[in-house]
Structure formats: structure tokens, C-alpha cells
């Protein structure tokens, strides 16, 4: 979720009159970051994930599963350890938007060896057994992105009612108790998005029209009290949500790297973007929103809308006269620029930025790319701050700059590194979405770790036009977009990069560069006409000295890879859609029941403690013993034939 300040949280009237002040002063902190830091060489290559997990509680004799609201009980004694010997700790435990929410991450980071692919699942296992020793009888951990029927009637416990009138969102759906409470940042968020945009956020998610579902859709929310709104934003054929939670209550998985220097984490930033959407797709697992299943399978847009604080100004539904810009996207979307010089010719979007902020960033010989980068990032408002945290030292602090670019999430995150500390410039993968089991998140992990290492040791080039990067994040969230949709690509991942600048219009030599694949094609290679990034890491596999263990393990690891892009194995966002249609109770209207929602998540919490097989999602025993090894994915010579 980003930085998280303790203090007393001010209004949005109180923001809004700091805003300048941040925004200055947080410029300054950045150019002193910089100029500190920019020479800073050597760091070895460092990486961690982070899994945001649910708490779930099963009634069995009622047949429902609901949302746990103890996240603020749990999490004191989960950071016990990390606080009196910080040592020892083999997980830390952050809080997260909602109250039932946790986010866990390794307790130390991993490093450069591929051995250490060897403990991120078992550090996974450590992590649910941790919190599963605090849970209470039938309460689970779950690490799933969405829960299918989050804000519909007692959809938590304790129970909690929506406050329209009165409460942070005025959400007819989402209560206040649902919001992770112990820590102010959180509520304060939802009140100040909600006030700065002059009006709720409105999120409508595409419904699944299945045989028996009402044309047109649409709910009817006259007793669910008076917000003020009425739905008015509601879209016939839309699933309507209201409240932020409805987005940052959705979990996910992430990764940061640690570069070597500022160049490094720069081309990692750049290379990866083009992957954003392809992981995503491969990730999907969220196709079931507010009750209702949804003709769309990720959650990225549904957390884009749940924080979008623009204006109807900024929105370009009304002329500009109190706002300083027309803002393209919500503050959580895709990236709007490459911060290499071999990205530059890729920008092809406007880009928007904070011109006086640019400036300084010039004058202080901070580069164009990455000047207008930070400059694009300081056009929003803070909407989030503390008393405590308004008059800082400059040269010591920064967490004016670190206001502003932890409430920018976009798909990736650059990240200087932090005052006085050891770590070094880093980079965020931030699409990738929760899955029901640690072997599933640990080989998505270890996919895009090895991939890193390919793209730095063969120095190869991903990058595609910008806005070719965001059509792919359109089609990425569509359903069974692996399946179904084809993404752009760059067709020659091995030609050298070159600064030259060339025009940064449609029509260019640049819509030459890419095609459209598929994910299996992207993935696993086109015959003579794309190799393929698993023979790709097979190759860069081949070229290093890797035990018989970890071959056997990232040999596992990649097999899921594999079998997902081509469609051997579902998505889980395929898998939930078609458990819901199959079901027995499912009455071909759209409608995720009680009944079957718990049936569901039973299922989706036994596969994840693997008292339940599901070979549609997992084709193999969890064991290291494996009969043969596929062609596009084939370890060295002296891997095991029994992997």
C-alpha cells in the first residue's frame, strides 16, 4: 500500500491547502535524494515478494464463508517477533487497506543465487502457517484476489452495516469497519479521494450475460439508504460499486529488485513494463465481483476506478477552471513513460507534468526522462498527510516526495532508495494477481526473477510503444484473454538498443517493431518466427552452474508457466467462472449465492492446503518426482530425468 505514516490524519481541507507545500518541498527532498545518490554503484541483486492474503471465517452449518475483520488483532502479535529480534524473523507483516487484510513478505531479502528459488515457496507455507496459528476455529488464510461477494449483505464478521450518510465512503455497500482502522492512513484515504473527486468513486465492471441474466442488468438500490447519489453512476450491464474498498480490497502479488546502480533499475523498469500486461493475463483470478460473476477477469480497472480522486475538470467532463491539468488516467493505472534512453522513442503518449517542477529537476541536472518522470507523478495532490509530518528537514527527510509517489500506483514502481540506508535503487512489479496456492505464487516469482536475469545477462529489448503497452493492459483484463485475445509484442527481443531518437508519432518505423501473439506464443515461442521467453530462460539456464535441486524446482515452476499460457491449464479466473456455472445451486442468472460462494471458497482453501487435487489448475503431484520434461522448457543435460 506504500508509505505509512503514523500520525494525526488531516481533512481534505487541510490537505488541499498543504498541497503546494508538499509538492515543493517534496521536489527538493528528490533532487537531494539524487544528487546523494546517483552515483551509488555495486549493490548485488536483491528481490523479495509480497503477498497480500484474506481472513476468511466458515460457517459450516449455514453453508456461508465470510470476510474475518480481526487484521488489527492479528497483526501486533505476527510482529512481535520482527520487533524484539528482528533477526530472526523469517516473515514481516504489514497491515493492508482492509481489516481483513494482511500483506507478507520474507523476512530478508533473497539474493543472486538461483538456490534461493529453492525457499520462496517454503517461506510462502511459513508465512500461512504463522498467521494459521493465530486463527480461531474455522478461520482460514487465503491468498486470493477477490472476494466473490465482498459488500453484498453479511458479507463480513462481525457483522457491519454500510453508513451512507455518515461513514468515509458513503458507500451503500462498504462499511467503515471493513477499513483497516488502527492505522489512520487508510480511512483518511477513502474521505479525501472521495471529497477531492467531488463526488463517490464509481466502479462498473461488465456483467457475464448468462442465459437467465435480466437484459438490461441492473440492481435496484432504493433500500439501500440515501447516499446523496442515488446510483446515478450506476451503468445498465454493470456490476456498481462505490467505495474504495471495493479496489484496494483486493489482494495481489508483487516484487521488488534491488539494481546494481540507477541505470540498472531504470532499463529493469523500462524492459518489464512491456510484461505488465502479459503477467496479468497469465495471473488472472478475479472474475467474480460483488456477487455477480463478471465478463472480465482481472481486477486492475476495478482498483484504477475505486481511487480515482480527478475531478470532473480533471476528467475532461468539464471545462478547466479550478484544476491545473486534464488528467488522463486515475492515479492507479499503467506507466505513461520509460525512464531509459532507449525507452525514449517509445513514449508515444502525451505526458503531463508539473512544468515548474520540471524545471527545478533541470536545474539540478536531473535528465529529461527522468525530470519529466517525477514531473508527471507531482500533478496530483496529496490525499493523505499528517500534522505531524508537515514541516520536515530536507536534507534528511523524504517523506514529502514519498507522499506523492506511493499514492502513484501504477504498474511500475522506480524507487530511489531511502535516507540513510544501505538499499539501493529499486524497482516494483506491481500487476500480478494473488493465487489460491504457494507453489502457484512462487513460480510466478521465480518466472519473472529469472527473467530479469535474462533480459540483463542477453541484454534483450522488450520495449514497445507506450500506448501499445496500454491497449495490451485493456485486453489483458478481458475474458479468457489468454485464451482469447492476442497482445503486442516486440517480434526481435535480441537486436541492441540504441538511444537514437526517432519521431514519437503513430506511423513510425516503431509500429514495426512488434506484432500480435498470443500469450502462448509470447511465452512458449512461434516456431522460426519468435523464440519465446521459457526457451529463452531455458538457454540462460543452460549457460549457469544450477544444482540438481533447483533445477528440479524452477523445472516445476516453469512447467505451470507453461501450461497456463497454452491453455493445458486454467487460469483461475477460468476455473472460478466455470466452478460457478457447473454448480448445482447456479441458476444461469449471474448470481454468486451464499451457497455457492462457500462452496467455493472451501474448495479454494482445500486446494490451497492440498487436501484437494484440482487437476484443471495443478496437473501434478506437489513432489519433485516428475516423469519426463517438456521440449520448450528442457533443463541442462544433467538435471534428473525423474524432476
Not at 441 to 469: D, E, G, H, M, Q
Not at 471 to 487: C, I, S, T
Amino acid at each position: 500500500m506504500g508509505l505509512l505514516s503514523e500520525g494525526s490524519p488531516l481533512s481534505w481541507p487541510e490537505t488541499k491547502k498543504l498541497a503546494d507545500h508538499v509538492r515543493e518541498h517534496g521536489i527538493t527532498q528528490f533532487i537531494n535524494l539524487y544528487t546523494l545518490l546517483k552515483d551509488k554503484q555495486g549493490d548485488v541483486l536483491k528481490w523479495g515478494d509480497e503477498i497480500e492474503y484474506m481472513l476468511v471465517k466458515f460457517n459450516h452449518e449455514e453453508k456461508k464463508a465470510q470476510l474475518s475483520l480481526r487484521a488489527q488483532e492479528l497483526l501486533p502479535v505476527l510482529q512481535t517477533t520482527e520487533k524484539e529480534t528482528p533477526e530472526k524473523a523469517s516473515s514481516l507483516w504489514r497491515p493492508e487497506f482492509a481489516s481483513y487484510m494482511i500483506e507478507g513478505t520474507p523476512g530478508k531479502p533473497y539474493g543472486g543465487l538461483l538456490a534461493h528459488f529453492n525457499i520462496v515457496e517454503a517461506n510462502m507455507k511459513n508465512r500461512r502457517k504463522e498467521v494459521s496459528a493465530l486463527l480461531e476455529k474455522d478461520e482460514h488464510i487465503l491468498s486470493i484476489t477477490a472476494f466473490p461477494r465482498l459488500g453484498c449483505e453479511g458479507f463480513c464478521v462481525p457483522k457491519a452495516k454500510p453508513d451512507p450518510v455518515n461513514s468515509a465512503s458513503r458507500s451503500l455497500f462498504f462499511p467503515d469497519e471493513a477499513i483497516y482502522l488502527a492505522h489512520p492512513r487508510f480511512r483518511t484515504l477513502t474521505r479525501n479521494i472521495r471529497e477531492r473527486r467531488g463526488e463517490k468513486v464509481a466502479i462498473n465492471v461488465p456483467i457475464f450475460k448468462d442465459v437467465n441474466t435480466p437484459s438490461p442488468f441492473e440492481e435496484d438500490l432504493s433500500a439501500l439508504g440515501d447516499d446523496g447519489e442515488k446510483g446515478k453512476n450506476a451503468l445498465p450491464d454493470h456490476i456498481y460499486m462505490d467505495a474504495m474498498g471495493f479496489g484496494m480490497g483486493q489482494c495481489c502479488l508483487q516484487l521488488t529488485f534491488q539494481a546494481c546502480n540507477i541505470k540498472e533499475s531504470r532499463t529493469l523498469y523500462d524492459q518489464l513494463a512491456p510484461m505488465c500486461p502479459i503477467m496479468l493475463a497469465l495471473t488472472a483470478a478475479s472474475p467474480i465481483q460483488h456477487g455477480y460473476i463478471a465478463d472480465t477477469d482481472c481486477r486492475w480497472n476495478i482498483i484504477s476506478s475505486s481511487v480515482d480522486c480527478r475531478t470532473r475538470e480533471e476528467r475532461g467532463l468539464e471545462p478547466l477552471k479550478t484544476n491545473r491539468f486534464r488528467i488522463n488516467k486515475s492515479r492507479y493505472d499503467s506507466i505513461d513513460s520509460y525512464l531509459s534512453p532507449e525507452g525514449d522513442r517509445y513514449n508515444d503518449i502525451p505526458l503531463v507534468i508539473d512544468q515548474e517542477a520540471y524545471q527545478r529537476m533541470r536545474d539540478a541536472d536531473i535528465d529529461h526522462l527522468l525530470a519529466q518522470h517525477i514531473a508527471h507523478l507531482f500533478i496530483r495532490d496529496p490525499v493523505s498527510l499528517f500534522s505531524e509530518k508537515i514541516n520536515q528537514n530536507d536534507e534528511e527527510d523524504s517523506d514529502h516526495f514519498e507522499n506523492l509517489q506511493s499514492t502513484n500506483w501504477q504498474t511500475m514502481r522506480f524507487k530511489p532508495p531511502p535516507p540513510k540506508s544501505t538499499i539501493g535503487w529499486r524497482v516494483e512489479f506491481r500487476p500480478c494477481e494473488a493465487q489460491i496456492t504457494d507453489f502457484e505464487n512462487a513460480a510466478y516469482v521465480c518466472f519473472i526473477v529469472l527473467l530479469t536475469r535474462v533480459i540483463l545477462t542477453y541484454r534483450l529489448n522488450f520495449l514497445i510503444p507506450i500506448s501499445k503497452v496500454d491497449e495490451n493492459m485493456q485486453r489483458a483484463q478481458k475474458r479468457d484473454a489468454v485464451l482469447k485475445e492476442k497482445f503486442w509484442f516486440r517480434k526481435d527481443l535480441v537486436t541492441q538498443n540504441s538511444s537514437e531518437s526517432i519521431p514519437n508519432s503513430v506511423g513510425t518505423e516503431q509500429d514495426d517493431i512488434s506484432v500480435e501473439m498470443t500469450i502462448g506464443e509470447i511465452i512458449n515461442g512461434k516456431g522460426d518466427e519468435f523464440q519465446g521467453l521459457l526457451p529463452l530462460i531455458s538457454s540462460y539456464l543452460s549457460s549457469v552452474e544450477v544444482d540438481a535441486d533447483t533445477h528440479c524446482t524452477i523445472h516445476q515452476y516453469l512447467r505451470l508457466i507453461q501450461k497456463r499460457a497454452s491453455g493445458e491449464l486454467m487460469t483461475i479466473a477460468h476455473w472460478m467462472r466455470e466452478f460457478v456455472i457447473k454448480h448445482p445451486d447456479y441458476k444461469g442468472d449471474s448470481v454468486v449465492s451464499e451457497r455457492i460462494n462457500y462452496d467455493l471458497l472451501t474448495t479454494m482453501d482445500g486446494i490451497q492446503n492440498e487436501t484437494i487435487e484440482c487437476p484443471a489448475l495443478l496437473d501434478h503431484p506437489r513432489s519433485k518426482t516428475q516423469s519426463s520434461i517438456p521440449d520448450p522448457i528442457r533443463m541442462a543435460e544433467n538435471c534428473p530425468s525423474t524432476c
